[in-house]
């Protein structure tokens, strides 16, 4: 049998192959279950939403095919941020013959972290994020107009930050993995640092409502990833 170490970029391409069919097929098992659930699960998604009590916010469904598009969308989400675990399990076994000098207990530790990472973004993006920014979206209606937005876009929109702000805490994961690969070392991060606090400001201002708590509550964790990241990169620099 051919060592991972030896296998050409054909056998690389195969292996690649198989492990997006195994992805695919995890994918498409959760979503079957959550479609079972996409009820409950959006009744979930509005608690946020609920509490805010707006009351020029009511969702509609506009074409005769939406009930049916919004169950796919939340089942298809839902089997993603489940499946999470899985997905990153497979790109750890296929990038761990490309990281020299590390051993499989580090791998393991890399992969509990970038789990706790994803829920903590997750929750991040569940709690406080979306209301914010469906907030801040809402406030900037006249009061006099009552404000009906499609239930597919309003549940795909808020599917998508929830997903993007778990994704966001990878940040840290990601840093130790490039640096391992040598694509990036601590130094370049440092150098960065001031591009990156500018950049999660103007983050913070674009998708938060117009005060300065709500973008310092949104860069502030961003940043802390970063710094984090920069520690990664510097503990697990080429020596």
């Given at each position: 049998?051919?060592?991972?170490?030896?296998?050409t970029?054909?056998?690389?391409?195969?292996?690649?192959?198989?492990?997006?069919?195994?992805?695919?097929?995890v994918?498409?098992?959760?979503?079957?279950?959550?479609?079972?659930?996409?009820?409950?699960?959006?009744?979930?998604?509005?608690?946020p939403?609920?509490?805010?009590?707006?009351?020029?916010?009511?969702?509609?469904?506009i074409?005769?095919?939406?009930?049916?598009m919004?169950?796919?969308?939340v089942?298809?989400?839902?089997?993603?941020?489940?499946?999470?675990p899985?997905?990153?399990?497979?790109?750890l076994?296929?990038?761990?013959?490309?990281?020299?000098?590390?051993s499989?207990?580090?791998?393991?530790?890399?992969?509990?972290?970038?789990?706790?990472?994803?829920?903590?973004?997750?929750?991040?993006?569940?709690?406080y994020?979306?209301?914010?920014?469906?907030?801040?979206?809402?406030?900037?209606?006249?009061?006099?107009?009552?404000?009906n937005?499609?239930?597919?876009?309003?549940?795909?929109?808020?599917?998508?930050?929830?997903?993007?702000?778990g994704?966001?805490?990878?940040?840290?994961?990601?840093?130790?993995?490039?640096?391992k690969l040598?694509?990036?070392?601590?130094?370049?991060?440092?150098q960065?640092r001031?591009i990156?606090?500018?950049?999660?400001?103007?983050?913070?201002?674009i998708?938060?409502?117009p005060?300065?708590?709500?973008?310092?509550?949104?860069?502030?964790?961003?940043?802390?990833?970063?710094?984090?990241?920069?520690?990664?990169?510097?503990?697990?620099?080429?020596?």
């Amino acid at each position: 049998m051919t060592s991972k170490n030896n296998m050409t970029f054909i056998q690389h391409l195969e292996a690649l192959r198989w492990a997006l069919i195994r992805i695919f097929l995890v994918v498409s098992i959760f979503m079957f279950f959550s479609f079972m659930y996409s009820d409950v699960i959006q009744n979930f998604i509005m608690k946020p939403i609920d509490s805010l009590y707006l009351t020029n916010f009511k969702l509609q469904d506009i074409k005769i095919t939406s009930p049916f598009m919004v169950k796919i969308v939340v089942s298809l989400f839902t089997s993603l941020i489940i499946a999470f675990p899985y997905f990153i399990f497979e790109v750890l076994k296929f990038i761990y013959p490309a990281i020299p000098k590390i051993s499989k207990i580090y791998l393991a530790v890399i992969y509990i972290f970038s789990i706790i990472f994803f829920v903590l973004g997750c929750i991040f993006g569940y709690r406080y994020l979306f209301p914010s920014t469906i907030s801040f979206f809402i406030n900037l209606v006249d009061p006099n107009i009552e404000f009906n937005p499609e239930r597919l876009n309003y549940v795909f929109y808020s599917f998508w930050l929830i997903v993007i702000s778990g994704l966001i805490y990878q940040l840290p994961i990601i840093s130790l993995i490039l640096t391992k690969l040598k694509i990036i070392n601590y130094e370049f991060l440092k150098q960065m640092r001031s591009i990156a606090f500018v950049s999660f400001l103007v983050f913070g201002a674009i998708i938060s409502p117009p005060d300065p708590l709500s973008q310092l509550l949104i860069a502030f964790p961003l940043y802390v990833l970063y710094e984090l990241g920069i520690v990664v990169s510097y503990v697990f620099r080429a020596k």
